[in-house]
């Protein structure tokens, strides 16, 4: 099974600030890389997808790259409802698989 | 808009089974493949199972292997895990997403799409 490891595991921030997030694969993985972010009590949004692509409807602040076995998300001026805890999760080969996740607070 | 909600949720003991469904409305549920993730309390997501669009072909996680069955009724837009020989560490809330593409082949599935709608989830607590 493919493991997925991001860094850090929890980071305080600051409305204005850049804040980049990132996620190693155990293997490549090519660019079947997809970032999420969930806040309390809530279901996970889809961020990014293909480890560059953003979804439909998420803010331009929002940025991914990466491909073979390292990734970053990245959010170049932090808002107030950004403050989640954010997963990547590779498509590649089931068993698909999550990352622990970075859980992002003031 | 586009729906996705789960029930079947509750409390059954260690060994027990349980029967979770998806609804699927506003969009065309046939053509996509459909998983469930599950998230234990306090603890991150991990993905469970994925189900193709026509139902052929269907890939678990280790953890659930032999014991959840995922299925699909196309005609009733409707996604399902049939849970059995349940364990404390099956307690969770679970979430059914849909993900637009998916291949298959080889053993394995890959995507390169993520999911993109989830529903609220519901939540399964195995206890004595």
């Known amino acids: 099974d493919i493991q997925m490891t991001q860094s850090p595991f929890s980071l305080s921030a600051s409305v204005g600030d850049r804040v980049t997030i990132t996620c190693r694969a155990s293997?490549?993985?090519?660019?079947?890389l997809n970032w999420y972010q969930q806040k309390p009590g809530k279901a996970p949004k889809l961020l990014i997808y293909a480890a560059s692509i953003l979804q439909s409807g998420v803010p331009s602040r929002f940025s991914g790259s990466g491909s073979g076995t390292d990734f970053t998300l990245t959010i170049s001026s932090l808002q107030p409802e950004d403050f989640a805890t954010y997963y990547c999760?590779?498509?590649?080969?089931?068993?698909?698989?999550f990352g622990g996740g970075s859980k992002m607070d003031i | 808009q586009v729906q996705l909600v789960e029930s079947g949720g509750g409390v059954v003991r260690p060994g027990g089974s349980l029967r979770l469904s998806c609804a699927a409305s506003g969009f065309s549920f046939s053509t996509y493949a459909m998983h469930w993730v599950r998230q234990a309390p306090g603890k991150g997501l991990e993905w469970v199972a994925v189900?193709?669009?026509?139902?052929?072909?269907?890939f678990y996680a280790d953890s659930v292997k032999g014991r959840f069955t995922i299925s699909r009724d196309n005609s009733k837009n409707s996604l399902y895990l049939q849970m059995t020989s349940l364990r404390a560490e099956d307690t969770a809330v679970y979430y059914c997403a849909k993900t637009p593409v998916l291949y298959c082949g080889g053993g394995r599935c890959y995507s390169d799409y993520g999911m993109d709608v989830w529903g609220q989830g519901t939540t399964v607590t195995v206890s004595s």
């Open positions: 999760q590779q498509s590649y080969s089931t068993p698909l698989t």
């Open positions: 189900i193709s669009s026509d139902g052929y072909d269907k």
């Open positions: 293997q490549s993985i090519s660019n079947y």
